[in-house]
């Protein structure tokens, strides 16, 4: 072999081994082109939330038109139906008001007449309470405790 062919193959094979640093250079290339892509990707999806965000807020407006639509042309008669409703209200508590006096009066105008007839009749009813009670004497209506439940008829009290 010739010195030449000699340098040649050593020049060659210096040449094509691949040097550390360009391994580091052809990574950090991919791992930029990765992250321009991701920011790429991140670009479209902000603009199209935008675009989301723009219909809803057109289908917003839209609705809110309709409903300024939807309402009646002339004055505003909900004031006045309130009016009328609290005034309906405040009679009917009025009249409640004037039915309850006139039962207290009539219960007034009962115990007046109940007092009148236990002084008229006064003499004869503490002898009509003995005769109740003489006629009650052998009956008990009283309900027994827990530990009596079980006690004779006899024993009971």
Sequence with gaps: MSVLTTLALM??????????HD???????????????QLMEAGH????????????RAMVERYQGRKEQQRPAGPNFGAQLEMDRARAQT????????????????NMAQNQQ????????????????????????GLCNCVPARHDMF???GQRL
């Design 11 to 20: 020049v060659t094979s210096f040449v094509a081994k691949p040097r550390p």
């Design 114 to 137: 109940q007092a009148l007839a236990a002084q008229n009749y006064g003499q004869g009813f503490p002898q009509m309470l003995d005769g109740l009670a003489g006629a009650h004497q």
């Design 91 to 106: 009679q009917q508590l009025m009249a409640m008001a004037q039915s309850q006096q006139y039962q207290y009066q009539d």
């Design 45 to 56: 999806q902000r603009d199209e939330a935008r675009l989301e965000g723009d219909r809803w």
């Design 151 to 153: 006690l004779p008829s």
């Design 23 to 37: 391994v580091e250079i052809t990574e950090l290339k991919a791992l930029v082109d990765e992250l321009n892509r």
